[in-house]
């Protein structure tokens, strides 16, 4: 009974998420062992119940009747929000001049959407030898700039790289400043300088969740292809 139980509540979490679930996160939100929540992934899996989506280094996992008639809504609606998207960029400047103001149109915007269901994945699926890092946890005293600029990357990466491609350069830190730059390279919406703001207002909502930051533009250089992100902890 226990056994049938843990697996009904495992396919009702899968239900319920919008973006997949970690073996991490199930075991975490059951209060079971990652051990046990991947043999029942795996029952799951080949009952054809459950699919698990690689984004990246990342296994998220979904209900597979779900995911795969969401995939389907998803790649139809694809052709309509994406120039949905790029008309709102050129169109709104005339509207919205303030960088500040984008910036809070993007933290609504983080709640809105609700990206903490993906961002605590990301956050919290890397195990190392310190402690991953907790809700309202400040780690900036534990944790060095060049092991946070990892986790930053991979945040901005489970949030951006479904609709951009791009590339990092080696992170700036200035450990004493607790300063740390990210230099992307080569997206495809450099042009269009209001995602970038509106994004700063993303990651600065989603970042709060675990760790206090302030995040802003330090320069958009279309010519040279870059977009530098300031992190000031």
Known sequence: MVKASLQDEIVHLLQETRYGLSVSKLAHQLGASRTTISKYLKI?????????????????????????????????LSTFYEPFY?????????????????????KVMANDLNFSEMTDIMVNQQQTQSSPIKPNE????????????HKIMNIIDSILTTFDSY????????????????RMKNSEYLS??????????????????YIPVKVSIHQIDPQNNIVDIKFQF
């Not at 054809?48 to 969401?70: R, S, T």
């Not at 209001?194 to 970042?207: R, V």
């Open 192 to 209: 269009l300088p209001a995602h970038f703001q509106i994004f700063s207002g993303i990651i600065e909502e989603e970042m709060s969740k």
């Open 86 to 106: 790029l008309s709102m960029l050129r169109n709104i400047p005339q509207f919205i001049q303030n960088p500040s103001d984008l910036k809070e149109l993007g």
């Open 167 to 182: 590339q990092w350069s080696t992170p700036v830190i200035l450990e004493e400043q607790r300063l740390l730059i990210l």
């Open 138 to 149: 400040n780690p900036t005293k534990s944790f060095p700039l060049e092991f946070l600029s």
């Open 44 to 76: 799951l899996e080949d009952e054809d119940k459950a699919f698990v989506q690689d984004i990246g280094q990342y296994k998220l996992w979904h209900q597979k009747e779900k995911y795969l008639k969401n995939k389907t809504r998803r790649e139809a």
